[in-house]
């Protein structure tokens, strides 16, 4: 067709659009948030005519007061906020909700959350480059080790290509309690953080393999046990580990063309994750030679009981283990004690201490510091 | 390590997870909702204290009111449902909210919902089996057509394997409009269903790609033009089809084992995905083989001006245009319109009216109809 009679086509498709536009013309006129604005600037708003008290609370930062104009809309202009991605919830008269204007979701099993991303330069880890990207690959199998149906992500670096013969270094990296199998891309942007270090030349070009991080999964589901139940406890960090070595890193080797080498393997993780990380890494340095441990919680004073064969010896195996926890973060404490029994045994380890607290703004840099340490 | 000690490091071990239980132990006590009974009722939960009225809205229902208890928790307990997925939300005096107590959402742009699943027999067709499972890839790439950086999934049959010398027929299958490039497996549910009709030897081995269904991203942006813009619309239908006939299938045929040929190829969309396939398919035979429209919005009654070569010498290349919709769904005038259209210009096609609206319950089971019916 020539130009003219495409562009009449293409008007009078458009106008048969009407019936569709009707659907969603009984949509609510559309309250826009968060905004964000050029200056780094965020205004947030709800709408709650009735409620009596509504408070902005996002991560990292203390509650902010929401103030209600005549029309029952509730708003706060915060920051400017330092660039990056924050989580948040309203919560009003006590009660936390999502922000149902915002598409942009922070999954979690136990307190989803709504999130905002402050842009920022592209030097950040964390922001999109117009680079090589990897892909996110979703894996669902059956779990004997647990017996439910469950799933794992995998990415692949950039050129990464089934049929070539070269092989590729492999990241287990785990989630925090109450996070899902997808809370590493979702929320920590590992896909991204890996394409640009990975353009950057900072970081090996390695797979990064997410599982899902319940041995008991009954931990993470509301009226369940949660920590209550230390049989529950026991359950989700054994069968984990279970999970892990039977049947998800073999699932990796024989789909991906990985080396199936305990140089060529790192395990790292956040909070529950990063003690997954050194439950399972450091008992089992055969597999491992990279162990991360991001503001890692469960740490346990008599560690001579949780790591009974750890000693001096480790060092010729331990290629990196690489402990880190926010300052502002209350489980510091028990990571320091761990560094102390280290010294102790003579084991060796890299310790790094940032500012922040218990939130993925500090997990997200985590992973930009640890990644090229690897392989 | 002997059993015993075993047993004993993790006892303290799980002790001393008492910090990080310290930290959710901040989390309000856990509402429960959904929760589903096992006679397929469904108890909804809203902690909402000051609202006047507050109303459950699901997905292909009525609106239902809801009762509020001492501690301002609304409830209502509906069904026995037909076992399914829906989308709800609550509506608080008059504002909709997602269920801050239910990790399952439904994505989409423009509104967010959550989303409760009502178990059914193994043998409907998004139920999980024990069955083989393809596998979810989500790619990501600068479009130069539209420029923005966006994604597109792809499903890869159980037993695909790229070093394989097998070429596998492609489903190009476009969601609506407010939908992202993950609606069709997060709502839809697309890759349990190939999955199913895979394992039953009812569909071919295929491979399922789903890109993001916009040309001009700004019309599904809150505060944007939505339908109102005519341009806008222009520049969606067209952009997006030259976006998948220039990017995407090239970027699918390169990186998979796909049979690059018209035979092997189908295109098929909900809603406005269903015009889209319609626009796009019929207007491209030497491309596509197979054409699908499901619930389709924005058909034009002047189909001569957007199908300008379309006539019954389509017919020896069109191996299937299939066209579906609901009889509760307002779109089906024009959808009747097109079908008298193509009846005129002798143009062969399947149509298929059944029950239910403009929802996702019907879009899961048009794709559980169609897919067998191609390749």
């Not at 006590?94 to 989803?112: H, R, T």
């Given at each position: 067709m020539d130009t003219m009679k495409t562009r009449r086509a293409v008007r009078l498709l458009i106008a048969s659009w009407l019936p569709l536009a009707a659907l969603y013309a009984q949509a609510p006129p559309p309250l826009i948030s968060p905004e964000v604005h050029p200056d780094g600037k965020v205004t947030f708003r709800f709408n709650a005519p009735n409620a009596q008290k509504v408070e902005l609370r996002r991560e990292g930062a203390a509650p902010v007061a929401m103030a209600k104009d005549e029309r029952g809309i509730w708003t706060v202009t915060v920051g400017p906020l330092e660039p990056d991605f924050y989580g948040y919830t309203f919560v009003a008269?006590?009660?936390?909700?999502?922000?149902?204007?915002?598409?942009?979701?922070?999954?979690?099993?136990?307190?989803?959350?709504?999130m905002v991303h402050v842009p920022g330069p592209k030097t950040l880890p964390w922001e999109v480059n117009n680079v090589p990207h990897g892909v996110i690959h979703r894996h669902f199998y059956h779990s004997d080790v647990v017996g439910d149906d469950r799933d794992f992500y995998v990415y692949t670096p950039p050129g990464y290509d089934a049929r070539a013969s070269r092989r590729y270094p492999v990241l287990y990296l785990l989630h925090g309690y109450s996070d899902d199998a997808s809370a590493w891309t979702a929320v920590g942007r590992a896909h991204v953080i890996l394409d640009n270090l990975i353009a950057q030349g900072k970081a090996k070009p390695m797979l990064v393999v997410m599982p899902l991080g319940y041995g008991a999964p009954e931990i993470a589901r509301r009226g369940g046990p949660g920590f209550r139940d230390p049989q529950a406890w026991r359950r989700n960090i054994e069968r984990f580990r279970d999970a892990l070595l039977r049947e998800v890193i073999p699932l990796v080797e024989k789909n991906y063309r990985v080396a199936a080498d305990r140089t060529q393997r790192a395990i790292a993780g956040l909070s529950m994750g990063g003690t997954q990380s050194l439950y399972t890494g450091l008992n089992a340095l055969e597999t491992f030679a990279y162990v991360g441990a991001f503001s890692s919680g469960g740490l346990l004073p008599d560690f001579d009981k949780v790591f009974p064969t750890l000693d001096e010896k480790a060092n010729q195996k331990l290629r990196l283990l690489w402990i880190a926890c926010g300052t502002e973060d209350r489980l510091i404490e028990g990571n320091r004690k761990l560094l102390e029994w280290l010294k102790s045994k003579g084991v060796k380890y890299t310790w790094v201490e940032t500012p922040g607290a218990h939130t993925w703004l500090v997990w997200r840099r985590y992973l930009a510091q640890f990644a090229p340490l690897l392989f």
């Open positions: 008269d006590g009660a936390a909700y999502l922000d149902p204007a915002n598409w942009l979701m922070k999954p979690n099993l136990l307190n989803p959350q709504s």
